[in-house]
């Protein structure tokens, strides 16, 4: 089982790999925003001239956060049906 700082380290890097490609790829991890839920490491994100300059013309709107399998370690993003769920949980 992975311990937070470990899921954060792999969001992290899952997210700047997937992200090399984007339109807006300064984007980083929203630590205060992540928890756990049924093994599972939750990483909302958005770009760094939202999160350190509050330019809202820079923010991320419908990005689904980086989900870290805590038993596999395995990333991905969150299906819309998750995030779905977990903003019907106020996780979100």
């Avoid at 984007?22 to 001239?49: H, K, L, M, Q």
């Amino acid at each position: 089982m992975l311990e937070q700082k470990e899921a954060e380290e792999r969001a992290d890097a899952f997210l700047n790999e997937q992200s090399r490609t984007w339109p807006s790829s300064d984007v980083r991890i929203i630590r205060e925003y992540c928890f756990t839920d049924e093994g599972r490491f939750i990483a909302p994100y958005n770009t760094t001239a939202y999160l350190d300059q509050g330019a809202d013309d820079a923010r991320l709107g419908g990005n689904l956060p980086v989900c870290v399998d805590l038993k596999t370690g395995e990333c991905s993003f969150l299906t819309c049906a998750e995030a779905e769920d977990f903003m019907d949980r106020d996780l979100l």
